[in-house]
């Protein structure tokens, strides 16, 4: 069983920049392709960004592309969602999850395991 924990989240300012944490346990992390997503009040998760097993490939949504960048670190079983320029849009809970595959992927049903979820509010 693999679990997932974000770390991260916060109330900052428009403009303002966070950098989310998500760490994984067990040995299968660097196997597969991770991504977060996130979740505003009355609204459904949507797919925000995803990482490839290896990092070398990346892809996101079109309304974070060029403030937001996915990494991860499979030596320290971590994968990190730098943001920058956050908008008030941008607030919600934003979850990590670990899909079934190598490769990047947008649909939440082709994810196995996810976190708890971390709160980031961006104020206007």
């Known amino acids: 069983q693999v679990q997932l924990v974000e770390s991260g989240g916060g109330l900052v300012q428009a403009g303002g920049s966070l950098r989310l944490s998500c760490v994984g346990t067990g040995s299968t992390f660097r196997r597969y392709a991770m991504g977060w997503f996130r979740q505003a009040p009355g609204k459904a998760r949507e797919f925000v960004a995803t990482?490839?097993?290896?990092?070398?490939?990346?892809a996101y949504t079109d309304s974070v592309k060029g403030r937001f960048t996915i990494s991860r670190d499979n030596a320290k079983n971590t994968v990190y969602l730098q943001m920058i320029d956050l908008k008030p849009t941008d607030t919600a809970v934003y979850y990590c999850?670990?899909?079934?595959?190598?490769?990047?992927?947008?649909?939440?049903?082709?994810?196995?395991?996810w976190g708890q979820g971390t709160q980031v509010t961006v104020s206007s």
């Open positions: 999850g670990q899909r079934k595959y190598i490769f990047t992927g947008a649909d939440p049903s082709d994810y196995a395991y």
């Open positions: 990482v490839s097993a290896s990092g070398g490939g990346t």
